[in-house]
Structures are given as C-alpha cells and as structure tokens.
C-alpha cells in the first residue's frame, strides 16, 4: 500500500468511526420516547395523574349527592303546597347549590392538575425536541465535513467491489436515519403545538369556571333569602303560609290579565288608528335581542326548581344583572304599560311589537320611557331591580335580576326560543 493509500484508508476510516457512532445515536434517537426522555419529569407527570383522578373520584361522588337532592327536590314539589313542604323544597336547593359550589370549585382543581400536567409534558416536549435537534445538527455537520470523499478515493481505499458496496450501503442506513430522525421531529413538534393548544384551552375552561363558580355562590345567597322571606311572611304558621300562597296566586292572575287586556286594547286601538298602524307595521319582522348585558338564568321557562312552582308556573326568564343595570328594549316597538307598583309593588314594562309579539320586563326600579312612546332596538328603557325590599320589586323576589317575558297574542312563550344563542 503505497503513501497516498494509506492516508486515504486512514482518513476515511476515521470518517466511518465517526459517522457509524453517530448513525448509531440517531438510531437510538428514533426509539427514544418523548415520555420517558426525562426521569424525573415522567415521575411528575404521574403524581399529577394520580392526583387527577382522585380529583376525579371527588367530583363523581358529588354528582352523586347532587342526584339524591334533585330527587328530593322533585318528590316535594309534587307534593301539596304546605309550609313544611315549602321550605323542605328550599332547603333541599340551599344544600344542592352548596354542592354545585363544591362540584365546579372540584373541577377547578381537576383543571388546574391538568394544567400543570399538560405544562410538565410540554417542556418534556421541548426538552426532547432540543435534544433532538442538536444531534441532528452534529451528524449533518459530520457529513458536510466528510462530503469531500471522491468515488474514486473510495474505490482505492476498499479492497473488492464489495467492500465498495458496503460503504455505500451503510451510507445508504446512515441517510435513511437521519431522515427518519427529521421526520419524527416534525410529529414532535406537531405533537406540541397540539398540547400547547390543550393547555390555553384548559386555560381559559380553568376562567369559565370560575366564573360559574361566582354565580353559584349568588344562588345560594339568593336561595337562603328565599327561605328567610317565606319564614318572615309565614312566621312559620302553616295558616299564613295559606294565606300567603292565595296573595301570590291572586297576584300573578292579576299580572297575567291586565297584560293580556292591555295588549288587546292597546292593538285594537292602534289597528283604528292608521298613522300608529302604519309605525307598527313599518318596524318590519321582529328579531329580538337580550334585554341585558348578562346572560345568566337564575330561573328558566316554566322551570321545574322554581321556588313557587306549586303556586304557579313561571311564565319567563329571570337575567341575573345587578341592580340598576340598563334594560334595553328587545326590539323596537310601542310603550304599552308602565306599571309603577311604588316602593313595596311589583313594577313592569310592557312593549308591543310586531307580528303579534309583546316583550315584558319585570322587578324594575326606575323607568327611562313613557306610555305611548315609540321606542328603538336597544333603547334603554329601564333600570333593572329585584333585590328585596327595593322600589319595583315586588314580593316574590329573592336577589336583583330581570324578569324578561315574551308573549304571542297574549301567550307566554320561552324567551330562550327566540333570543339569539350568541
């Protein structure tokens, strides 16, 4: 072997030494799991996990426990309407919303766990990934320096053609490596950017929650208020709990038919009137909008845990929106009713739309508008109330909210069914 042969076969041996070790790291690179790249953040990511699902067993034993009062809730309301009765009805939903407060702050923690969870995986992730990248980037470097090796130089320093197709077969594994290492790194960082996108959902369920979990808590002042109001008109006397059911019946009858022989009067009126006609019918086809800036229902139509149920059904939706807050008209319309019911009465609005639609709002506190007036899509109207004891309030109140009807020819229909969802 002369000088230039055995420079040759000394430098591309060394070539192989090299690029063999690293082709062996990167092969080793493939299999390696971004899950276990890490001891001790794998032991992390399970005590989360088992956290997470003793959180989870917390939260099904709840549920549970929520079950067994809603049952409870229900034998009684279809039970007479007795003092006892009542206020069993509303203890049993005083301790069910105690546990909705205990089952969504569970599910807070449960968020929160998976947070941290996703949070440790995620920087596994990107642990794995640089780790990755590195030595693809020094075998690439390896190959760059040692691209300079001829074929000829190759054919001379190998003994027999194959020998000679052995190199170029070990090249052969060593580039479908490195591409098999370039490949796996991309699903890595796809797999991230998923887990990235999990985690800011969590995040903001984590917020929602909370959210939730603040307005839990006013039902279940509003809830114990309830209770105190039937125990301070009752004074825990079934013969006054009667009469009181006999008011509120009396009263809610009341309501329901001075709205409906308002309406009729107000369009037969109108309908004679042909300048108010043509204003009413020139408001076109009613598309209505939420009364309030909120969107939470403390009661719903006709729903079945509403406090007086058994006294009558509730013909709307009740909005939780602090007192004073502005009410806006759902649609434009005509100003049928203004009913001031004072510092103890109930006061209400009542708007005549088209296609035969009349919104009512309830429990207010001030008025923005008068009878007879035309009013726009969103014009403040009002100002909302409810909370006891206020002006407008009325009796059967038990926290500010408003009460929003919406009537067809004088017939309470679920507002849900026509309010926009979003």
């Known amino acids: 072997m002369n000088y230039t042969k ?57 549920k549970r426990r929520i079950e067994l009062y809603q049952k ?11 003092l006892k009765n009542q206020l069993k009805l509303i203890e049993n939903e005083i301790a069910k919303a105690g546990l909705d407060i205990d089952l969504t702050t ?23 990934i640089t780790t990755q990248r590195q030595r693809i980037r020094s075998l690439l470097q390896i190959i760059y320096q040692n691209d300079q090796v001829s074929y000829l130089e190759v054919m001379l320093t190998n003994e027999t053609f194959s020998d000679f197709f052995d190199y170029y077969q070990r090249l052969q594994d060593i580039q479908e490596r490195l591409q098999r290492s370039v490949n796996k790194l991309k699903v890595m960082r796809a797999e991230l950017e998923l ?51 006999q008011q509120l019946k009396a009263e809610q009858q009341q ?15 109108i309908a004679h009137q042909k300048e108010e006609a043509d204003r009413i019918a020139a ?14 229902i403390t ?6 845990e ?14 939780r929106t602090p007192q004073g807050s502005p009410v806006y008209s759902a649609e434009a319309g005509y100003i049928a009713k203004v009913k001031n019911g004072g510092a103890n009465g109930y006061s209400y609005l009542l708007v005549i739309h088209n296609d035969g639609i009349s919104t009512l709002y309830g429990h207010v506190s001030a008025f923005e508008v008068g009878e007879g007036q035309m009013v726009t899509k969103g014009q403040v109207i009002a100002r909302s109330g409810g909370t006891p004891g206020t002006r407008g309030a009325g009796r059967m109140t038990s926290g500010p909210h408003l009460h929003f009807e919406i009537r067809i020819d004088g017939l309470p229909q679920n507002p849900l069914d026509y309010l926009p969802s979003e």
Do not use: C, M
């Open 306 to 319: 509403y406090p007086y149920r058994n006294i009558f059904e509730h013909p709307a939706i009740d909005i």
């Open 72 to 82: 409870s809730i229900d034998e009684t309301q279809r039970q007479a309407s007795t």
């Open 106 to 128: 569970g599910q807070i923690a449960k968020t929160n766990l998976e947070i941290q969870r996703t949070a440790k995986e995620i920087a596994a992730q990107q642990e794995q």
């Open 255 to 269: 309501i329901n038919q001075d709205i409906v022989s308002i309406e009729k009067k107000i369009r037969d009126e």
């Open 283 to 296: 408001l076109g086809k009613p598309r209505l909008r939420w009364p309030t800036k909120g969107r939470y």
């Open 6 to 62: 055995w420079i040759l076969t000394a430098h591309t041996s060394r070539f192989w030494l090299v690029l063999l070790a690293s082709g062996f790291f990167a092969a080793a690179l493939l299999v390696t799991s971004p899950a276990k790249s890490a001891t001790n953040t794998n032991t992390t990511v399970d005590q989360f996990g088992k956290q997470i699902d003793s959180k989870k067993s917390e939260i099904d034993k709840i």
């Open 195 to 245: 887990q990235q996108t999990t985690l800011v959902n969590k995040k903001n369920d984590g917020e929602k929650l909370k959210g939730t979990l603040e307005q839990q808590r006013q039902d279940l002042q509003e809830k114990s208020v309830n209770q105190a109001t039937v125990l301070q008109e009752t004074q825990q006397s079934e013969k006054k709990f009667a009469s009181y059911v």
């Open 299 to 304: 009661s719903y139509f006709h729903d079945p």
